[in-house]
């Protein structure tokens, strides 16, 4: 079964930049699509942005747009999100995401069979 790990979090200043790594315990090419999601307390699991494994097609959230990159190693087996710009807003668990099946959509967390534990993103104002 593939598992997914996040790295990456920490406490940063809101303007900061960060990156969050994904590693997948099986190949990349295996995947149809990762994605990044994220969960502040009370609230619901949020699409954050979303890339496919074949033709790199992405959908990103508009809160995160112009500001958030997915981007993937393949010779490593790793997905990255890159965060620039950072605000409070942005504070949450981040989970990484995948799924090997063309037949669900792409930003609901049903749509994806796979998680990683999360990994905590603080940024302070």
């Known amino acids: 079964q593939v598992q997914l790990v996040e790295s990456g979090g920490g406490l940063v200043q809101a303007g900061d930049s960060l990156r969050l790594s994904c590693a997948a315990s099986?190949?990349?090419?295996?995947?149809?699509?990762m994605a990044w999601f994220r969960q502040a307390p009370g609230k619901e699991r949020e699409f954050v942005v979303a890339l496919t494994m074949t033709d790199g097609d992405t959908w990103y959230s508009d809160s995160v747009k112009g500001r958030f990159t997915i981007s993937r190693d393949a010779a490593k087996n790793m997905v990255y999100l890159h965060m620039n710009t950072l605000k409070p807003e942005d504070t949450a668990v981040y989970f990484c995401a995948a799924k090997f099946t063309w037949r669900t959509g792409w930003t609901r967390p049903n749509d994806y069979g796979y998680w990683g534990q999360g990994t905590q993103v603080t940024v302070s104002s």
């Open positions: 099986r190949r990349a090419s295996s995947i149809v699509a």
